[in-house]
Antibody
Framework: DVQLLESGGGLVQPGGSLRLSCAAS????????MNWVRQAPGKGLEWVSL????????EYADSVKGRFTISRENSKNTLYLQMNSLGAEDTAVYFC????????????????WGQGIPVTVSS | QSALTQPASVSGSPGQSITISCTGT?????????VSWYQQHQGKAPKLMIY???TRPSGVSNRFSGSKSGNTASLTISGLQAEDEADYYC??????????FGRGTKLTVL
């Protein structure tokens, strides 16, 4: 079975940094694009970032571009999200989500999700 | 990238059918076959219900169906059941090579 397990969340001060990790199992990790999706308290889902299976392409939502960096370590079956210059607007539950298409061009939908990890930005 | 437009809420009685719309532009919904739908129960991770506009993943009830016309995609749930009460989100690939979600629709089963 596919499993995605996020870690690294918590409370951070405004302007601070945090690195999220997502440990994957149950599939050939390097064959699939991966994504981060977040959900602010009481709000809807927001796509944050993607990285292709080999890491050759990354994309970001305008709201995080220049502050967040997505990466992956295929030898460890792990996805990362480095978050810098955090603000209150980044407070959310962060989900890692696996691409279901298997495309080497782009993820097109999310077939498996982690349980989510909360990030709170507050002084 | 602006969020796709969905109604904030819809409701229906058990056994009835409901449709949730998802409106975008020719740069996302209208330009690609890559529209997907997700069900999210309170406090849970989202679950994939439809991908590629109208394809149901294995294990998803055939009461769920998807379609698209122009810049608007739709999710139809027939034979409403109490367990269908949840939030529903559409998602689309975009011309920028990114993805975008709808604002979400709260489904209430009366």
């Amino acid at each position: 079975d596919v499993q995605l397990l996020e870690s690294g969340g918590g409370l951070v001060q405004p302007g601070g940094s945090l690195r999220l990790s997502c440990a994957a199992s149950g599939f050939t990790f390097s064959h699939y694009a991966m994504n981060w999706v977040r959900q602010a308290p009481g709000k809807g889902l927001e796509w944050v970032s993607l990285v292709l299976g080999g890491g050759s392409r990354t994309e970001y939502a305008d709201s995080v571009k220049g502050r967040f960096t997505i990466s992956r370590e295929n030898s460890k079956n792990t996805l990362y999200l480095q978050m810098n210059s955090l603000g209150a607007e980044d407070t959310a539950v962060y989900f890692c989500a696996k691409d279901g298409s298997g495309s080497d061009v782009s993820p097109y939908y999310f077939d498996h999700w982690g349980q989510g990890i909360p990030v709170t930005v507050s002084s | 990238q602006s969020a796709l437009t969905q109604p904030a809420s819809v409701s229906g009685s058990p056994g009835q059918s409901i449709t949730i719309s998802c409106t975008g532009t020719s740069s996302d919904v209208g330009g690609y076959k890559y529209v997907s739908w997700y069900q999210q129960h309170q406090g849970k991770a989202p679950k994939l219900m439809i991908y590629d506009v109208s394809t149901r993943p294995s294990g998803v009830s055939n009461r769920f169906s998807g379609s698209k016309s122009g810049n608007t995609a739709s999710l139809t749930i027939s034979g409403l059941q109490a367990e269908d009460e949840a939030d529903y989100y559409c998602n689309s690939y975009t011309s920028r090579g990114t993805l975008v979600f709808g604002r979400g629709t709260k489904l209430t089963v009366l």
